[in-house]
């Protein structure tokens, strides 16, 4: 790989902090709801899904839905794809949309009236980090871990051309 850590923007520890808190205020808001079905947006949220849903203290369903938005190297959002979805029947279910970063907002765009039109009754959005673009600010985002600076992050399911989703920290890379 070509590509080497420049700084820590998120330490592991930080990251299992804010979770606790996300979990808590996700559980508060489905606690009428009976239960959850939980779609993590593959792939790049598998791994803020996992310690996420693990605090989550309701009933639930996971069911998949994968989107690429920035194939191979890309670095700017190439418009979001729905490259398969393992939805099921959601007709009249409360969703948990789960993401790993919001950018640009397509994707949150793209996938939020798709679980509409399947049936969902409720439908939140939890993402680990917000960029707070402009472009985004039409997306629908009820949970944000993290408020971050718009640079290239990688890390705890972050990719950059698929790479380094399995470091433990958010990073920012050199010469992206
Ligand atoms: P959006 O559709 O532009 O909001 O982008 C959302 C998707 O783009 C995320 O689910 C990520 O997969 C990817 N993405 C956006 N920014 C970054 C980044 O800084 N690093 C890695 N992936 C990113
Ligand atoms: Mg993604």
């Known amino acids: ?73 890309a670095i700017r959002s190439q418009g979001a794809t729905v490259l398969g979805q393992q939805l099921g029947n959601i007709k009249g279910s409360h969703v948990l949309l789960v993401d790993d970063i919001l950018d640009s907002g397509t994707t949150i765009r793209a996938v939020v009236p798709l679980l509409k039109e399947l049936g969902a009754v409720k439908v939140r959005v939890a993402v680990l980090l917000n960029k707070n673009k402009p472009e985004a600010a039409g997306a629908p985002c009820d949970f944000v871990g993290f408020n971050i600076p718009d640079e290239f992050v990688v890390g705890y399911g972050l990719d950059y051309d698929s790479y380094y989703r399995n470091l433990p920290n958010i990073v920012t890379l050199k010469g992206v």
């Open 1 to 73: 790989m070509k590509h080497h850590i420049d700084k820590t923007l998120l330490s592991a520890t930080k990251i299992a902090a804010r979770i606790e808190e996300l979990a808590q205020e996700i559980t508060d808001d489905f606690s009428d709801d009976g239960e959850i079905t939980i779609v993590p947006i593959l792939t790049g949220s598998i791994i803020f899904t996992a310690d996420l849903i693990r605090q989550i203290k309701l009933p639930m369903r996971i069911n998949l839905i994968t989107v690429s938005s920035y194939p191979g190297s």
